[in-house]
């Protein structure tokens, strides 16, 4: 039988963005959460690479309830605990690890595994990932998602590394649930920021209509 996954947060399902924040001190990467808050975004990842990423997390969920914080690039046990104790609300993982993934179930936070073949995803998904972070997703494009959701249409895939605010739209129309994007959304600002977001979920006029 396989293991039981856990249903993503609806700020992924719904609002199909995650935010990366990576190597950010404390005080910075709190800067950037502000900014992208403001801007409109729900989801925000932020990787545990840096020695200040759990007191971020921390910080962030007190300080915007509304958001929803996860931590990434969870590739050990450690890490897994320093997450989940930062109170982290889904945890991604470049690889597919299904220790790690058991354990996060556990702990009653979703966990989205990395993937790239159609091997790996079945396996991250059947491990009781519920995701699969297909990394680095610029490899294969937009192509790649697709090809993957033929013979495989019940898998739930973010595509990340090489997703951009100019094509995480396209990704998104080749049936990903969600795309993480980095620097190229996260580093900016002001009107900029939110015009960018429009342009990931296809809306260009500043009163919300479509484009």
Do not use: W
Not at 122 to 129: P, S
């Amino acid at each position: 039988m396989s293991p039981v996954s856990l249903p993503l947060p609806a700020a992924v399902v719904d609002g199909r963005i995650i935010g990366i924040l990576r190597g950010y001190c404390h005080q910075d990467a709190m800067e950037r959460i502000g900014a992208l808050n403001d801007a409109g975004l729900r989801c925000i990842e932020v990787a545990m690479g840096h020695p200040d990423s759990a007191r971020t997390i921390a910080v962030a969920r007190g300080t915007y309830p509304h958001l929803t914080l996860g931590a990434g690039t969870i590739t050990s046990e450690a890490s897994l605990r320093r997450a989940v104790g930062s109170g982290a609300q889904f945890l991604l993982s470049p690889n597919i690890d299904p220790g790690l993934i058991a354990m996060s179930v556990a702990h009653g936070v979703p966990f989205i595994a990395g993937g790239h073949t159609a091997t790996e995803c079945l396996a991250g998904m059947r491990a009781g990932a519920s995701a699969i972070k297909v990394f680095p997703a610029s490899t294969g494009g937009v192509g790649h998602i697709k090809a993957l959701l033929q013979p495989f249409p019940e898998l739930a895939l973010v595509p990340t590394g090489g997703v951009s605010a100019e094509n995480a739209r396209s990704y998104l129309q080749s049936g990903a649930v969600a795309v993480g994007v980095g620097t190229s959304l996260t580093a900016l600002d002001g009107a900029d920021l939110a015009a960018a977001i429009r342009t990931i979920n296809g809306v260009t006029k500043l009163d919300g209509s479509p484009s």
